[in-house]
């Protein structure tokens, strides 16, 4: 059972790692360094059941270098994975989220900085 994934520079293209990901239920861990955009952010974002969520187990996303993604889409990501509402979601609680954007994100530097105040750890650069 693969529990940490972790690719450091990756010329995939998105689809691919979401095929990739969505064989991968058990994953606690996520790691990826590349460019990725709205569409690889939307995929991570649980529908409540009875949709099967990508990487439901997920428990630490790290991911450097988003591109083309609207401020505020990775903290509706995050919020839809943190307490009650993972729950509601049917994924595990999201303990720690490490992004990297290219551009600046006010709305979702200000959703990490609530999501901390409520005990996740993580950052947003």
């Known amino acids: 059972m ?6 450091s520079t990756t010329e995939m ?3 691919e ?13 996520l790691t990826l360094g ?6 690889f952010i939307r995929a991570l974002h649980p529908s409540p059941p009875p949709d099967a969520p990508l990487c439901p187990r997920l428990q630490s996303l790290q991911i450097t270098f988003i591109a083309d993604c609207p401020d505020g889409l990775y903290g509706a990501m995050l919020r839809a994975r ?4 993972a729950h ?8 720690c989220a490490h992004i990297e954007f290219i551009d600046s994100h006010d709305r979702d530097e200000a959703d990490m900085a609530a999501l901390r105040a409520e ?3 993580g950052f947003i650069g």
Do not use: D, Y
């Open 2 to 7: 693969l529990r940490q994934l972790s690719i």
């Open 13 to 15: 293209i998105e689809s």
């Open 17 to 29: 790692l979401l095929r990739i990901l969505a064989l991968t239920p058990h994953l606690h861990s």
């Open 34 to 39: 590349g460019i990725f955009t709205a569409t």
């Open 82 to 85: 943190w307490g009650t509402e």
């Open 88 to 95: 509601a979601n049917g994924v595990a609680c999201l303990k």
């Open 119 to 121: 005990g996740m750890q």
